[in-house]
């Protein structure tokens, strides 16, 4: 069965400096990978996903990701950190048409 | 376009007392639908999922249930709550037979089980 791991649970990081969120999958066949965002008491959304095809996936808001196989991992990075990325980050899997299984989660502080 | 509904937003129930959440998709046909629940500090959990009417699988043993009446229609239930159910439950749906497709979710309910 897929899973995913997020190293860290907490992230705090200086307005403007990097951001690195981290994320290693377990998967026996070729993945999907997804992270969302998600601001206060609010759902879920999409970021970014890797299917097929270029391993650097540039999402929304200035966030790209990097699939790399060989270490099994998939971190998610922002060269400029902004007040406004404050909130919590999810890292997910799926494989085939099967449903999507997500990490426990990195929360992003980001200090003026 | 595709739009998601859930609600209530927040709820506050007495434990023993029972729950119902509603889940509606417009703007699709045959979706999948999932329940997620997030509890503090442990991450997303897929509860249930279904692939379609009165189709659903359970991830996880535990005190709820979940249904699927209509196409776009999914409802989370349980007959008794306890303590350990307080959390925020997060409808989603995703393209049916599409390999990688993301899911798209609900604004969440936030359940307080006192």
């Known amino acids: 069965a897929q899973s995913v791991t997020q190293l860290g649970s907490h992230v705090s990081v200086s307005e403007g400096a990097l951001v690195l969120l981290r994320c290693n999958y377990s998967s026996s066949v070729p993945p999907y990978l997804f992270w969302y965002v998600q601001y206060p008491n609010q759902g879920l959304q999409l970021l970014l996903k890797?299917?097929?095809?270029?391993?650097l996936v540039k999402g929304i808001n200035g966030f790209e990701a990097e699939f790399k196989k060989s270490e099994t991992s998939f971190h998610l990075t922002k060269p400029s950190a902004h007040m406004s990325d404050a909130a919590e980050y999810f890292c997910?899997?799926?494989?085939?048409?099967?449903?999507?299984?997500f990490g426990t989660g990195t929360r992003l502080q980001v200090f003026p | 376009s595709q739009t998601i509904h859930q609600w209530p937003a927040t709820l506050v129930q007495p434990v023993g007392s029972p729950l119902s959440l509603e889940c509606t998709v417009e703007?699709?046909?045959?979706?999948?639908l999932y329940w997620y629940r997030q509890a503090a500090g442990r991450g997303l959990q897929l509860l249930f999922y279904s692939v379609g009417i009165g189709q659903i699988s359970s991830e996880v043993p535990q005190n709820l249930s979940a249904s699927r009446p209509q196409d776009r229609q999914f409802i989370l239930s349980s007959k008794k709550l306890l303590l350990s159910d307080s959390g925020f439950y997060l409808c989603a749906w995703s393209l049916a037979g599409r390999a990688g497709t993301e899911a798209f979710f609900g604004q969440g309910t936030r359940l307080t089980v006192v």
């Open positions: 703007g699709t046909s045959n979706p999948n």
């Open positions: 997910a899997v799926s494989v085939n048409t099967d449903k999507l299984i």
């Open positions: 890797y299917t097929t095809g270029a391993t």
